[in-house]
């Protein structure tokens, strides 16, 4: 067997760890070690060869997620842009649902920024103006993070593998377009069984649209369409919180209204 044989059975197995851990709820030790990452492409791959798993298994892709949008956090990690993840039909929730705890393995909770796509974009380079034209509105959004990673001990590399340890996200039900919310002071907050736990997080609405251009960006130059109804996560606008079995989350966002949920 050669070496480029080796390499993709080795990230093949990988990711198989993570599915099956996901799978039966079980998390798997740092798959960066196990699997010997080298490096970001690596790590990539096993999140294509999962998302590739994924849809032959009849699942639905429903849009695109960016993390490490934080300029700083990438200077101290020394990562060149943003990262990128891959969103599921089911696991596509609406304000008021009540999620299934049990369902997960290890959850925690983002406050986000979503963007509606309202048509299908182009494979070539996306304008400003064409991705602005192309978005129905912006809404609140609670991504519930869920690793697969023992303890969440997890590396970048562990992250990227694990599709940026995607779980659910719950989205407000109420588009706010564009035009209404540029220029416009806006804030976050989050509440868990009605306690504030993060409180008046400033958000700045350029940073968010910047951040969907990368993605929509990103996206295109790897092959993949974005369409109609596909949302956009923007990144975390706050540092992840706790969350347990029974909490009602809420997130309020001046001018772009709430969106909550319950876990049984």
């Known amino acids: 067997m050669n070496q480029t044989s080796n390499t993709d059975q080795r990230l093949m ?3 198989n760890s993570l599915a099956l851990a ?3 709820r079980q998390p798997t030790p ?3 070690e196990a699997f010997e990452l080298a490096d970001l492409d690596e790590a990539y791959h096993v999140q294509t060869i999962g998302m590739q798993l994924a849809l032959t298994q009849g699942r639905r892709l429903s849009g695109a997620k960016a993390g490490l949008t934080s300029a700083a956090l990438r200077s101290a990690l020394k990562v060149e842009e943003p990262l990128y993840g891959w969103l599921f039909e089911d696991t596509a929730h609406t304000s008021g649902d009540t999620l299934d705890w049990e ?6 909770v983002e406050i986000e920024i979503a963007l509606v796509l309202s048509a299908d974009l182009p494979m070539d380079t996306i304008s ?6 192309s978005i129905a509105g912006a809404v609140p959004a609670l991504e519930i993070n869920d690793s ?3 303890g969440w001990q997890l590396t970048l590399l562990d992250a990227v593998a694990d599709n940026l340890s995607s779980g659910l996200y719950v989205l ?13 002071p806006l804030s976050a907050t989050l509440l868990i069984n009605s306690q504030p736990v993060r409180c008046d997080v400033p958000i700045e609405f350029d940073e968010i649209l910047a951040t969907a251009l990368w993605l929509t960006r990103k996206l295109a130059a790897l092959g993949h369409s974005l369409h109609a109804g596909d949302v956009l996560l923007t990144g975390a606008l706050a540092p992840i919180a706790e969350i347990n079995q029974g909490d009602r989350l809420c997130l309020q ?3 772009l209204g709430d969106v909550e949920c319950l876990f049984k």
Do not use: F, Y
Not at 103 to 108: F, G, T, V, Y
Not at 128 to 133: G, H
Not at 175 to 184: F, I, N
């Open 13 to 15: 197995d990988a990711a």
């Open 22 to 24: 996901r799978k039966h």
């Open 30 to 32: 740092r798959v960066s």
């Open 103 to 108: 369902q997960l393995i290890q959850p925690k």
């Open 128 to 133: 400003p103006e064409q991705l602005m034209a």
């Open 148 to 150: 697969a990673i023992t």
């Open 172 to 184: 407000g039900n109420n588009p706010v377009p564009l035009t209404a919310l540029q220029g416009r």
């Open 253 to 255: 966002i001046d001018g």
